[in-house]
């Protein structure tokens, strides 16, 4: 007789784990979170996620209908179902990889990024002029997101992962001439850069398109 160990399989990929329906999950600021599903256009399909406080009173929902044509909806803030801004991919197997951060952590602005197998479905920085349909969508997206939930109504996510933002990282002057201070608002790291401009240095400014990064750098010719 011989013995053959049962090996472990995933049927949802290495990394990925079973969706349970209105379980809490803890999440960070910035974290994707990805989801595959197997629904296609026109199954009326659901994706709905689900982002809480820390009280667990919403904040903020992202939802896709899989319609003829397939659309979005920001609970809160549009009024209706939207369009994806790119076309759905047609394989059955769909990877969705969904961010949910905040660009100004001073005035609570949030941004949604939204991949389908690594297509472009949304990229949209909440604002009163983008959530004009509805008076209180500040009320649920300005709440600082701790954990998001597939509620009973999600009926496309199968399997889920949760990737956790890169930290930033900078390329500093030597310490004589700059510090970097940080503490922690909540789940946010938040830095001050100082520089010596009277040696010789000064702030830089370099736009990534994503965002702004501010180092301090010896001026040339010194």
Not at 122 to 137: I, M, Q, R
Not at 176 to 203: A, R
Request: charged fraction near 20%; include cysteine.
């Amino acid at each position: 007789t011989i013995f053959i160990p049962r090996q472990n399989h995933n049927p949802g990929g290495v990394g990925f784990t079973l969706v349970t329906r209105d379980t809490p999950l803890p999440v960070l600021v910035g974290m994707t979170v990805h989801i595959k599903t197997l629904s296609k256009s026109g199954s009326g399909d659901v994706l709905h996620l689900k982002y809480l406080s820390s009280k667990e009173k919403p904040a903020g929902d992202f939802m896709v209908l899989f319609s003829d044509t397939p659309s979005y909806n920001l609970e809160g803030c549009t009024a209706a179902w939207v369009p994806l801004s790119g076309d759905l991919p047609a394989e059955a197997a769909k990877t969705w990889s969904i961010k949910r951060s905040v660009v100004n952590i001073y005035n609570k602005v949030v941004k949604m990024e939204v991949t389908c197998n690594e297509v472009v479905m949304l990229n949209l920085t909440l604002s009163d002029t983008e959530c004009g349909n509805t008076a209180d969508w500040r009320s649920q997206w300005e709440r600082e997101a701790v954990a998001v939930v597939f509620p009973g109504d999600d009926t496309a996510a199968n399997f889920y992962q949760l990737e956790e933002e890169e930290p930033c990282s900078l390329i500093l002057t030597p310490l004589k001439y700059s510090t970097l201070d940080c503490e922690m608002v909540g789940q946010i790291k938040t830095c001050t850069l100082t520089c010596d401009t009277d040696n010789g240095y000064y702030f830089n400014n370099h736009d990534t398109g994503d965002s702004l990064v501010q180092t301090c750098d010896r001026k040339t010719g010194l």
